[in-house]
C-alpha cells in the first residue's frame, strides 16, 4: 500500500533563517506530487505541484522553492523565512491521472 | 467571486441532529467534486466522493447540482465524533489540479 511521510512535524524557526521541509512517499512510481499550505483558520492554497523528477510548477509567487531531486521526494525550502510563511504545510500525492488526493501529516511552521 | 465557496460555520448541533452543508464552485467546466473531512490541526482526509446522481455512504449523503453549481453534505444522526471541518474540493480547469474551499467547521454537542 502507499504511504506518504512528511518531516519535521513540528518546528519554530526565527525570521531570516533558512527551511527545508521534506516530503516522501512509499509504494507508487511517478506519483504528482504537492506541497500546501494552510495558514491559520484559512483554506489550502496550492504553492507547488510536481509531476516527475526535476518537473515543478509554482502557483504563487514567493519566497518559497520546491525541489523533486528523486520519483517520489519532494522538498519545499526557503533561503529566509518571512513571518508570513507560519503555517501548516501539507504535501499531498496523487497517481498520474487520478484526482484524490492523499495528505501527508503535515509540518506546522511557526516563524518567530 | 472565489473558485470554491463555502460558509465557514460554525455549525453548532446537539448529537442526533442532521445537519447539512452546501457550497458553490465558480468553475462550469468542473468535472469531479469531493468531500474531504479535517480534524483540528490534522491533515484532510477523503470523506467521499460526489457523482452526478448523488451518493450515500452510511449517515451521509452528498449530491450534486451542476445547473446551480453547487454541491451539498448532508449529515443524518449526528456524532460527536463528526465535529470537525469539512472541506469542499473541486477540479480547476487546469487539468486535474484540485481547489479547496475554506471550510465549513461543525461542532456536534453532547
Known amino acids: 500500500s502507499q504511504t506518504i511521510h512528511q518531516w519535521p512535524a513540528t518546528l519554530v524557526q526565527p525570521v531570516g533563517s533558512p527551511l527545508s521541509l521534506e516530503c516522501t512517499v512509499e509504494?507508487?512510481?511517478?506519483?504528482?506530487l504537492y506541497w500546501y499550505r494552510q495558514a491559520a483558520g484559512r483554506g489550502l492554497q496550492l504553492l507547488f505541484y510536481?509531476?516527475?523528477?526535476?518537473?515543478i510548477s509554482s502557483e504563487v509567487p514567493q519566497n518559497l522553492s520546491a525541489s523533486r531531486p528523486q520519483d517520489r521526494q519532494f522538498i519545499l525550502s526557503s533561503k529566509k523565512l518571512l513571518l508570513s510563511d507560519s503555517g501548516f504545510y501539507l504535501c499531498?500525492?496523487?497517481?498520474?491521472?487520478?484526482?484524490?488526493?492523499?495528505f501527508g501529516a503535515g509540518s506546522r511552521l511557526t516563524v518567530l | 467571486r472565489k473558485e470554491v465557496e463555502q460558509d465557514p460555520g460554525p455549525f453548532n448541533v446537539p448529537e442526533g441532529a442532521t445537519v447539512a452543508f452546501n457550497c458553490t464552485y465558480s468553475?462550469?467546466?468542473?468535472?469531479?467534486f469531493f468531500w474531504y473531512r479535517q480534524d483540528c490541526r490534522k491533515e484532510p482526509k477523503l470523506l467521499m466522493s460526489v457523482y452526478s446522481s448523488g451518493n450515500e455512504d452510511g449517515r451521509f449523503t452528498a449530491q450534486l447540482n451542476r445547473a446551480s453549481q453547487y454541491i451539498s453534505l448532508l449529515i443524518r444522526d449526528s456524532k460527536l465524533s463528526d465535529s470537525a471541518t469539512y472541506l469542499c474540493v473541486v477540479n480547476s480547469n487546469a487539468g486535474n489540479m484540485l481547489t479547496f474551499g475554506g471550510g465549513t467547521r461543525l461542532m456536534v454537542k453532547p
Open positions: 509504494g507508487t512510481s511517478n506519483p504528482n
Open positions: 468553475n462550469s467546466a468542473s468535472q469531479s
Open positions: 499531498a500525492w496523487n497517481a498520474a491521472g487520478a484526482n484524490v488526493l492523499t
Open positions: 510536481s509531476v516527475g523528477i526535476g518537473q
